[in-house]
């Protein structure tokens, strides 16, 4: 009788193979989950950056002003989807509808969240749905699961609030209190006009209280006229709240650099160009001429600066703008937004920003500690070495209401405020 039984070498090689096969399947699960969700993983940490920076930039804007959502809204869409996401293949395409406002971390968030004073909160959030898997399709093919196969995404949300900051950045301008026991709004009304008060031509540094003068922010590296000048044309300067400063008298030299932030250029004085000396988003000026109470031209101001007028109010002319302010800009001086320069026509739009709401350091000795910071609206350019040059005093740089950012370090206990992430 003949023998029906399979070679044990036979049935050993068949198992080995259905082993490998299923080792083979196994290893293919863990190289997708590794793959897979390391991408998914990826995809999460870009789109989070974007979204964080999203919020962060929308915040900002956040100055109680009737435009702040919409200008919040632009800052945040505008920062948040210059960061690529997908192996930085594509843009995060954050969304209008996806930046929302609310008065506290845990409230209602909106589009259109009122009163638009009380908005101190901005969330941003944004999903990248439909990514297609790489290898974890392939298991479906083994194990008839089609879930194995199915789109996934990311999803990231970013919360952003301003705080007192341990460093701030401002204009080398020193403000002398009025009242120096009085830390809130250091004996000043805000929307009243301060003007500086000493001899221009004998340069003197004395500064009498409610007035103010020019101050070297970096007294440790230089005491020359060219350190202000360097501080008005870039982004002022960035120093600890509790820095000691040194008073510099008042330099009529530094007015090209001044003016620059009203969009006025001369040779010598830079460019409308962000990387030179970028102006404000309005050239637009006050003076007693065309604002004749000497107070409360803020509230104007943010209007010119959503239209970005320009020095001549649209009329883009030196000489359009003297007739406005009853000032005396020549001398070789063009406006920016003419496109005289590389930067093209309206050079306030292109390349301008917040240069005209400033803070300034609040200083009762005329050197050694600052004694608290002011949110100033710069009204005017300066004509010559006899302008007696104002400031509108907004308010306390540090007060929740106030218009004025700074791009300091958070962590302080009662500096001006900056934008942090909260969630």
Avoid at 145 to 158: E, I, K, L, Q
Wanted: glycine letters at 12%.
């Amino acid at each position: 009788m003949l023998s029906t039984r399979i070679p044990m070498r036979s049935r050993q090689g068949g198992a080995v193979i259905i082993t490998t096969a299923l080792l083979l399947l196994f290893l293919l699960g863990f190289m997708g989950l590794a793959l897979d969700f390391g991408r998914l993983f990826i995809l999460k940490t870009e789109l989070q950056t974007s979204i964080d920076s999203c919020a962060l930039a929308a915040v900002q804007e956040l100055d109680g002003a009737s435009d702040a959502l919409t200008r919040a809204t632009n800052a945040g869409l505008v920062a948040g989807n210059l960061n690529k996401i997908n192996f930085q293949g594509e843009t995060a395409a954050v969304a209008d509808a996806e930046v929302t406002f609310s008065d506290s971390l845990n409230g209602t968030y909106s589009k259109t969240f009122a009163p638009i004073a009380n908005a101190k909160y901005a969330k941003c959030t944004h999903t990248r749905a439909g990514v297609e898997p790489w290898l974890l399709g392939a298991l479906t093919a083994f194990s008839g699961d089609s879930t194995y196969g199915a789109t996934r995404g990311a999803f990231a949300v970013g919360v952003a609030t301003r705080s007192s900051a341990q460093s701030a950045c401002a204009i080398p301008v020193r403000l002398r209190p009025r009242d120096a026991s009085d830390k809130t709004n250091f004996g000043l009304t805000p929307g009243e006009w301060i003007s500086t008060l000493y001899d221009e031509k004998s340069n003197s540094a004395t500064v009498e209280p409610g007035h103010f003068g020019w101050v070297n922010l970096n007294p440790g590296v230089s005491s020359s006229a060219q350190a202000i000048k360097d501080q008005l044309l870039g982004n002022g300067s960035c120093i600890r709240t509790d820095a000691g400063l040194s008073t510099t008298g008042a330099k009529f030299s530094a007015a090209l650099e001044w003016n620059s932030r009203f969009g006025l250029y001369k040779n010598g004085a830079g460019s409308p160009k962000i990387t030179d000396a970028a102006p404000d988003l309005t050239g637009y000026s006050y003076t007693a001429t065309n604002w004749p109470s000497r107070s409360g031209a803020a509230s104007d101001f943010l209007a010119k600066r959503a239209t970005h007028r320009s020095y001549g109010n649209t009329v883009d002319t030196v000489n359009a703008g003297d007739a406005i302010t009853g000032l005396n800009i020549k001398g070789g001086y063009k406006d920016g937004d003419m496109g005289t320069y590389s930067a093209g026509p309206r050079a306030l739009a292109t390349y301008g920003g917040s240069r005209r709401l400033v803070m300034a350091p609040v200083m009762e000795a005329s050197s050694g500690p600052i004694d608290g910071w002011a949110c100033v609206l710069m009204l005017h350019p300066i004509d010559s070495v006899q302008t007696t040059v104002y400031l509108e005093y907004v308010g306390n740089a540090g007060s929740p209401g106030s218009p004025c950012t700074s791009g300091g370090l958070a962590g302080g206990a009662s500096g001006p405020l900056v934008p942090v992430l909260v969630q």
